[in-house]
DNA sequence: CAGTGGTCTAGACCACACG
DNA sequence: GTGTGGTCTAGACCACTGC
């Protein structure tokens, strides 16, 4: 088994995602190790790391807390990914191997396969492989970095308000299209598709959310 | 006293600042609570933050290492530094208020003054605060973060390889031009000028940089 | 098949936030 | 001033690494 504070924060992670811990909630030592089974220190080092992905809100002397997702937050979290992404496309492009280039046009490929079964856990993970292996071939680790601790976190927002499953030929034609782009190391052309992309998903989610906030209200 | 784990997170990146730990060097659990007085678990957690900030490798039960910094390493966090600081900069023009105007150009008048002094340290202070009041302006708290942490490996740099001293003008020049079109509330302008700021101090670095690593073999 | 060193336990401690 | 709950201690445990 891997360390008990891996495992851990993987469960509160889950255990976000699937709303058992609210937004905002106050997560106490005491509590999770009771409900998970260990002692303090295992479930300290698991928060830390969700701290560290921005899931959980770390205060010295008060604990942690659940950070809330709402519309500012996703805001923000897409002007950053809006621009990584599109540096991401264009250092791919330019620094293009045979072995990123198969790994991109078997992650496309994989996508449509998958989207066509209308399995969203299974589309979900797709996506990520396809902007896991852009990501790769950027060669930028930092950058790489930063966009999986995002991925998390949409993965968070996507479980609560539903994946772009009414854009798909959308979101296929867009990976197909910047794909290529790649693969014919045109970076300029790979930088503005990969924003054109994420700004689509940008407002498909916000005018998801918006929809939510007003209904609840 | 802040709590330990702070306090020991704070003097590793000195130490590593100051070279006592070099980039590569592993990082034992048992000699750091022995040379900071303490037990493993504060060492422990210290290590995480650093690891956080990406100060410091970690893999699971193998330890943590000191992140190497090398030319590679800047290439990579200037594209994202590049990518953010010219988002910011856009979203500060846009979301002005009067008091983020107040702090951008009182921080501008700060460096003006003390980098004229020639104290690196109180410069290098300065230029941090002045990035961060347009942070803060952005409103974008994942931006603000991440460059927060990228602004404590430049410390690492700029303590290594100088700070862009001999180009004082030219920052207090940029710093200028980037302040007027945020208070004009020119995004457009304000996003250029920002990357165009960022780009030269990629230059300045990076052939440093290379300077030394080709003098040093 | 040791030894090194990361991980975990149980409980004491003590800072801070409440009433 | 009391109590909740985050922080720290000492040491045992046990997964890897390298002989």
């Known amino acids: 088994m891997a360390s008990q504070y891996?495992?851990?924060?993987?469960?509160?992670?889950?255990d976000i995602i699937n709303g058992k811990f609210a937004g905002g909630e106050r997560l106490k030592l005491a509590e999770l190790a009771n409900l998970y089974a260990t002692s303090h220190m295992p479930i300290r080092e698991a928060l830390r790391i969700l701290n560290g992905q921005g899931i959980?809100?770390?205060?010295?002397?008060?604990?942690?807390?659940?950070?809330?997702?709402?519309?500012?937050?996703?805001?923000?979290?897409f002007d950053v990914r809006l621009a990584l992404e599109a540096v991401q496309a264009r250092r791919a492009a330019e620094r293009l191997t045979p072995a990123a280039s198969n790994a991109i046009s078997s992650a496309k490929t994989e996508f449509e396969c998958v989207s066509a079964e209308s399995d969203r856990d299974a589309t979900l993970k797709a996506n990520h492989r396809?902007?896991?292996?852009?990501?790769?071939?950027?060669?930028?680790?930092?950058?790489t970095e930063i966009e999986e601790r995002h991925y998390q976190i949409l993965r968070i927002v996507w479980q609560r308000y539903g994946y772009a499953s009414e854009r798909?030929?959308?979101?296929?034609?867009?990976?197909?299209?910047?794909?290529?782009?790649?693969?014919?190391?045109?970076a300029e052309a790979a930088?503005?598709?990969?924003?054109?992309?994420?700004?689509?998903a940008r407002r498909n989610l916000l005018t998801k959310m918006r929809g939510v906030e007003r209904s609840s209200q």
Do not use: K, Y
């Open 6 to 14: 891996i495992e851990v924060s993987d469960r509160i992670r889950e």
């Open 56 to 77: 959980v809100d770390f205060t010295p002397n008060s604990g942690m807390r659940v950070r809330e997702i709402d519309v500012s937050f996703m805001i923000d979290l």
């Open 130 to 143: 396809f902007h896991q292996a852009i990501s790769q071939a950027s060669g930028n680790r930092e950058a």
């Open 168 to 186: 798909l030929e959308g979101v296929i034609e867009d990976h197909r299209l910047l794909t290529s782009a790649i693969l014919d190391q045109d």
């Open 191 to 200: 930088g503005l598709l990969a924003a054109a992309h994420v700004m689509r």
